[in-house]
T-cell receptor, first 112, second 111 residues
Framework: QQQVKQSPQSLIVQKGGISIINCAYE??????FPWYQQFPGKGPALLIA?????SEKKEGRFTISFNKSAKQFSLHIMDSQPGDSATYFC???????????FGEGTQLTVNP | NAGVTQTPKFQVLKTGQSMTLQCAQD?????MSWYRQDPGMGLRLIHY???????DQGEVPNGYNVSRSTTEDFPLRLLSAAPSQTSVYFC??????????FGPGTRLTVL
């Protein structure tokens, strides 16, 4: 039972374009939604996170949009760069940091 | 700070063998956990611990044991390895209700 569904599985974007990755969750008790970035051969690292009391959070080129009624959240990467090429995971938990449930992952490739 | 360290980086086992994956953190984090990463399935929680002496099962605990005798260490034991346990294993730690920090992973192949 996949409680967090992520799409697309893979994404190819040109340099300077916008990358958009979407996630949907089922458990309304989730109250913390982080995004992790993973480079090949490395462990995942926290990129940005949001709580459901706000609809959007922006950090540099990275923005999370959150729609509580639809139980969906998305990651937008503006001005995508080749260095952004990595696997991105959305996740959710009932309290920030503990017992994370991950989406399936999106492999992002940014072409120069 | 070394952060979260994992050993070994790579391991090949034969079916039925046992082994222990080591995880250590030097950040005095209460919460530690083990995940496995398989293609197209994200990361799935195996076991977790909220402090020394306290462990609990995650989403996919079968075939794995854990113990937490100290705050720093959280080893994962495979009792009798099976090909289905071929995966990349990540250990993570955090303060309770805070950002989780992941180790570099152990790539395990079971033949």
């Amino acid at each position: 039972q996949q409680q967090v569904k992520q799409s697309p599985q893979s994404l190819i974007v040109q340099k300077g374009g916008i990358s958009i990755i979407n996630c949907a969750y089922e458990n309304t008790a989730f109250d913390y939604f982080p995004w992790y970035q993973q480079f090949p051969g490395k462990g995942p690292a926290l990129l940005i996170a949001i709580r459901p009391d706000v609809s959007e959070k922006k950090e540099g080129r990275f923005t999370i949009s959150f729609n509580k009624s639809a139980k969906q959240f998305s990651l937008h990467i503006m001005d995508s760069q080749p260095g952004d090429s990595a696997t991105y995971f959305c996740a959710a938990s009932k309290a920030s940091g503990s017992r994370l449930t991950f989406g399936e992952g999106t492999q992002l490739t940014v072409n120069p | 700070n070394a952060g979260v360290t994992q050993t070994p980086k790579f391991q090949v086992l034969k079916t039925g063998q046992s082994m222990t994956l080591q995880c250590a953190q030097d950040m005095n984090h209460e919460y530690m956990s083990w995940y496995r990463q398989d293609p197209g399935m994200g990361l799935r929680l195996i076991h977790y611990s909220v402090g020394a002496g306290i462990t609990d099962q995650g989403e996919v605990p079968n075939g794995y044991n854990v113990s937490r005798s100290t705050t720093e260490d959280f080893p994962l034991r495979l009792l009798s390895a099976a090909p289905s346990q071929t995966s990349v294993y990540f250990c993570a730690s955090s303060r309770l209700a805070d950002t989780q920090y992941f180790g570099p992973g152990t790539r395990l192949t079971v033949l």
